[in-house]
């Protein structure tokens, strides 16, 4: 008796397994061919990377984050001394 249920465990275990696997098959394929037909009527402009912009993002005010550095080291060395 116990034999037979851990042989239909096993095909269940095999059955999930293997649809599971054909599923993750099957949906990297159809994000493949996506990929190719976005790429292909789609085209992308390069982007240039971030550090090397010149927006206003970037070139904010630098003693904003010289403020915000002094006052980490100063909360870490207040707490270094407790």
Do not use: C, W
Request: proline content about 2%.
């Amino acid at each position: 008796m116990e034999t037979n249920l851990i042989v239909e465990g096993l095909k269940f275990m095999v059955l999930g397994m293997t649809t599971v696997f054909l599923f993750l098959m099957l949906m990297v394929f159809i994000m493949n061919v996506i990929s190719k037909v976005v790429r292909k009527y789609f085209k992308t402009s390069k982007l240039t990377p971030l550090h090397t912009r010149s927006d206003s993002l970037t070139a904010s005010k630098p003693s904003d984050n010289d403020a915000v550095v002094a006052a980490i080291v100063a909360s870490i060395q207040q707490f270094k001394k407790q």
